[in-house]
Every structure is written in C-alpha cells, then in structure tokens.
C-alpha cells in the first residue's frame, strides 16, 4: 500500500506532460483522459485514507534514500481526508470547467491552457499534503503558484492581469520568507524532515525555536488569508473564471490551513505564540464578516466570507486540544466543500444574469428555483444551520473552547457565535435581493460586455460593437440578453438555460456537502482519531523513521 503514495502526485503531473504533447489535438480524447486521471486520483485518495486510518500513516522515501537525504512522502488520517476531499471537489470542478468551456465554444483555451494548468495545479495541492519535509511542502507550494497564476491570468485580460500580478508578489514574498525559514531550520536542526524536526526542534534554545514557529507561521497565514495578511485575496479571486475561483477559493487557503496544523502539532508541541493565533483567528472572523457585509457583488461577499471562516480553523490550531484539533478538521473539509459549492453557483447566477451585482439581481426564486436550491443549501450550510456539517464543525470548536475556559477562549466563542449570526444575515441579505425579491427595473435590459480580452475597460466605441454583434461566433445579442466573460476573457452570451454538466457539477457538491451531515458521526470519529494521532506526533515519527 506504501507504493501507492506517490501515485496522487506523479498521476497529474504525466498526465499533464502527454496532454501538452497532443496540444488542442483530439479534444474528447483529452477531456476523457483528465476526467479519468482526476477519478484515479480520487480512488487513489480514498484507498490512502483507508489505510491510514486502519493500519496507521504509511510513508515512502523515493528512490529508497533515507532521510534527510531522500524525498519523504507521508500519509496518515489528516493528510488522506485532506486528499480525499480536494479530490474530489477538484473532479465536480473539472466536470463544471468542461461544461462552461463547450458551452461558450472555448476548446482551445480549456484543452490547451485550462487542462494542463489544473492538473498540475492538482499536483500541487496533492504534494502539500503528502508532504514529509520542509522542501517537498515549499515545492508543492510552488508547484501550485505556477498554475494558479496562469488560471488567474487566463485570456489575458486587463483585470486578470491586475489581479494575478498581486497574487504572484505576495506569494512570491511568502516563497523568499519560507525558504529564508527552511534555511534557518537547517542551519539549527541538520535537518528539514518532519519526523527528525519534531525530535531534534525540542533541544534547541526556545528563542530560536520560536523565532522559527513565527517565521513559519507567517508564511501559511499569508497563503491561508489569515487576517491581517489576507488583503490580497478580496480582488484576486473573484476576476478570474467560475471553475477557477471555485477551485482556489476551496482549496488554496486550506493548504495554508493544513501546513499550520500539520507544523503546530508536530514540531512546536504546546507553542508559545497561542495566544497571538488567538487574537488573529478572533480578527479573521469578525472583520471579514464585517467585510461581507459591506459587500454588493455576491463573489465579494462569498471572498469576505471565506476570510471570517478561515478563523474558525485557526480558532481550533491555537486552542491545540484533541476537541478543538478534531473541530478544526471537520470544519476543514466541511469548507472546501461548501465555499466551492457557492462560487460554482455564482458562476451559474452569472452564466444567466449576466452578473453577480446583487443590485441587478432579483427574482431568481420564481424563474430559477433549481439554480435557488443550490444556493440555499450550502448558504445555510455555511451559516451553521443545524443539523448541517457546518453546526457540526462550529459546534466542536466551541465545545473546545468551553472547555479551554480561558479568557481567550471564550472571547473566540462569543466571536465564533456572532459570526455565525453574521454570516446567516449576509445568506440572508444575497437571499432577499437576489432570489426573494422582484427583479428591479432595467435587470433585462439589452445585452452589454462586462469584459472582453479585445476591448479596455470603458471603450465605449468597442462596447458599442460589442452590443450589435454579440461576441466568439459573431451571433448577435438578443433582446434581454446580457453577457459574461469566458474562459479567454471573451464576451459570451448568457443563457437562461444553464449547461447541464454545469448543473450536475453543482448539484453533486451539494449533495457532497449533504452526505458529511449524513456521515457526521463517522466523521467526527475520524477526526478525532486523526487529532489524537496528530498531538501523539510518535505514530507520525515512528512511521517514517522506523522506530
């Protein structure tokens, strides 16, 4: 079963190498191949986690080199759920990708940009989390940031560009401060391997050690939006298209999320700086629900949110107990799930209003009441509505919490309630103006580009033409329509027939956010069992080194 660990990272990547071959060549071929290597992935996933979970974590050092010389890949609970679910939300992604990328006509750019671009991006995420030391956790991190800037700056528009430049300098200084942090832990430890670190880290001076978990934790809360380090991620995110956004507002904060748990129960055991990740998780959490509520455009608020509930994870890292390690993960796995799950729908409201501006918006109810349910049902997941797995997840940390009793603590408990209450208003307010309300006077007026990769922003003359001849085929707009940008960044019509594969990739992450309901307590089982084995750090240790 140990041979299967490499597998999630090295699938993608030779996928990716025989689909950059073809080029935009036989392209049912190739939307064949990355379904069926994203499918492998998701088994693979599922079988590792099984395993773990049965015989405790596995681990391969390739190229049979011992640490610290060799690659060391590792997988125990937490590292097989995490695979588990990115899998599987990156697999309803590509399906929803596929579907908008036939829809708007756009096979160059999906088969010959998008395709090779996610999965290496799969890659990435796949290697964070089987990651056995420092380097191979920089190189996933790296391996993601490549991708991720060209599926943010896919089709080259101006916005895009904008967006992914910020991106790429503040991830690149998170990059420079990881690896001046892997350098300084060699320096002091001869070692950057996981297992090594957390046996030789406890006989260094503390203010060394510290000095490290500071630097450490400055580089995943950076890469998880961890307030104040997530200004960036409010007009990043949402310029880039549906499948994108979905995808990196899902899983790219949870790598950060996953490096911190991984790091603070591992090598600094009882952590001195508790208290400051406290303090960052209480501001995440209700500054970025004041955010959202601030919010107009529905992919800001859903990029607001995103930020506040990053600090319900952080909340269950500093409080570093079994209860509050277990909440923390479910809440995890619930996030990716449900934050992706919104963003697909808001690509869906967009693909059919031609907008997110919930201003503009209204009536969806009455005239969409499929495209209502899929937002309603992750929406009050999201707020904690119980018995939904977001109450679950809330519910454990705030239990920790409780039982913590500290003045911290139960200043993150009171943050954590209100929050939740927050973030049922703001459902609420995108509930009542989107798909409650009449649509206002104008929502149908004649179609109009809202970006195009040919024309700037504010060119009225290209505007103009845009307007009589619609955009891509040449088609012109019909009365009512308006459009949206595609893949390239071109005008396409919006339609109030959504795609259907579109609709089913919704649908199945609904239903997925459903069944950690369903399976809660099986779940919260494994949670525990994973936060037990986390903070025990000896299954970790004696798994790779043999003890």
Known sequence: ???????????????????????????????????????????????????????????????????PIGITLVADRLAGLMLTVSSAVTLLVHVYSLGQGMADRDDQAPVGVFHPAYLILV?????????????????????????????????????????????????????????VAIAMTYSVAGTVNFAQLAVRLQEIPLGARTLLEAMLLTVFAIKAAVFPLAAWLPDSYPTAPAPVTAVFAGLLTKVGIYSMLRTQTLLFPGHRLGDLLMLAALASMVIGILGAVAQTDLKRVLSFTLIS?????????????????SGAIVYVAHHITVQTTLFLVAGLIERRDGTTELTRLGGLAKTAPLLAVLFFVPAMNLAGIPPLSGFIGKLGLMRAGVDNGGGWAWALVAGSAATSLLTLYVMAKVWNLAFWR???????????????????????????????????????????AVVSAGFLGQAITTTRRLPWPMLVATGAAVALGLLYTVLGGPLTTFTEAAAVELLARTPYIEAVLGR
Do not use: W
């Open 1 to 67: 079963m140990n041979a299967l660990v490499p597998l999630p990272v090295l699938l993608p990547l030779c996928v990716t190498g025989l689909k950059l071959a073809i080029g935009p060549r036989l392209q049912r071929f190739q939307r064949f191949i990355s379904l069926a290597v994203l499918g492998a992935v998701l088994v693979l996933s599922v079988l590792l986690m099984v395993a773990a979970d049965r015989h405790g974590p596995l681990s391969v050092h390739l190229g049979d080199f011992a640490p």
């Open 123 to 179: 890659a990435g995420v796949s290697c964070t989390f089987l990651a056995g030391d420092l380097v191979n956790l920089y190189v996933g991190f790296e391996i993601m940031l490549v991708a991720s800037f060209v599926l943010l700056t896919i089709g080259g528009t101006a916005t895009r560009i904008r967006a992914g430049s910020t991106y790429v300098i503040i991830s690149l200084f998170s990059s420079v401060l990881f690896l």
């Open 309 to 325: 509930h990053i600090g319900y994870m952080v909340f269950g890292i500093a409080l570093a107990g079994r209860g509050s390690i």
């Open 438 to 480: 009449d649509a206002p006077p104008g929502a149908e007026d004649e179609g109009r580009v809202l970006e195009s990769a040919e024309d700037e922003p504010g060119d009225d003359e290209g505007a103009e033409d845009e307007r009589a001849t619609g955009s891509g085929g040449g088609l012109p707009v019909p009365a009512g």
